[in-house]
């Protein structure tokens, strides 16, 4: 079973493969539904914020299968860039941050701390790698992908109409796991370096 990218392998792709189909016959850009898919996260934050949970859940999906479609229809179109993927990470750290803000918002005075500790996290985790890829390291090891801290906050969304902690411990789990996971690719980034001495 693939651990890092659970919900995009077994489920994400079986909406994503097929709409990007349709978006290819409807003429879209691979960047345009980037920007889709961007606007989409947002709404959902601020749906999530408003403790409107089912109506939020649902934008958040689409949007996180549009995640998916602008890869998969950029292969289609074979316009797969340096760009793309530059603005795809860039815009997913910015939904990522709303998601996280917008259900601290939901109860601020419990969650502020552990869902600005879970961000903080998160976000290191994506920068352990970013920075290990400019020295040459290829660093994808570790469980808190950002897929599987998606997946933790959207059954967090789901069971919260029937257990009002959820969102709570779901920001601890992501805590836990994000700090495992930037501390294994510091290290092995770190053993990896090769440095290169001036003569």
Known sequence: MEWRYPITKYFYRKFSKPTARLFYKLGFEPNQVTILSFILGIFSAIFLSQSMFIIGLVILFVSEVLDCVDGDLARMKKKVSKKGEFLDSFLDRIVEIFLFYGLIFTNPSQLMLIGSLALIL????TYVRSKAEVVGVSCEIGIASRDVRMLIM??????????SEAIYWAFLLVVVLSFVT?????FYSYAKIKDVKKK
């Open 154 to 163: 959207m059954v967090s969304i789901l069971l919260v109409p029937f257990y």
């Open 122 to 125: 998160s976000l290191l985790v």
């Open 182 to 186: 930037v501390v294994q690719r510091f």
